[in-house]
């Protein structure tokens, strides 16, 4: 269960948005899809592992209870971040669920601390796969359907513009400091 911290924001600020949170079953991401909630935003979290979003989900379906601002909607999309197809799958699933995005944080990542000196090329490339590929894949898929507001949003007044998404770019970087404290 999630402890509830005081947010430095004020209740019901995010009201009425909505939220993609990539890797937001666990850790960071499961704490930034709290917050949000808390504010009032509905939120999707998505990550590889279903069994971690379903527990996630349950967990912040009842922060979202408690929310200033009614019960916002929480739910979640499994997702590879390092598939494009996939990516556009789960944006479809989230426009068709809750309308366009107002915000993605990128928290899906992957890393293996480790000593430079013993990171195999094939760990390497996964790491570059999911935190830099994984999030342009997401940003660009979501501007995709934020530019091309689908035509059942076109006259919707949920329709964003570009200027009105927001983005979060949170690539770890762990795995770096930790090579270079370790080399």
Known sequence: MAHRVASIFRGGLFAGKTALVTGGATGIGYAIASELLQLGCSVVISSRKAQNLENAVQELRQVAAKSSEGAPEVSHVVCNIRSEDEVEGMMEEVVNRLGPLNFLCNNGGGQFPSAARKIKAKGWKAVIDTNLNGTFNCCSA????????SSRFRHDDRCRQPSQMHFCVDIPVTAWNNMVEAS
């Open 142 to 149: 979501a501007y995709r359907f934020v530019c091309s507001c």
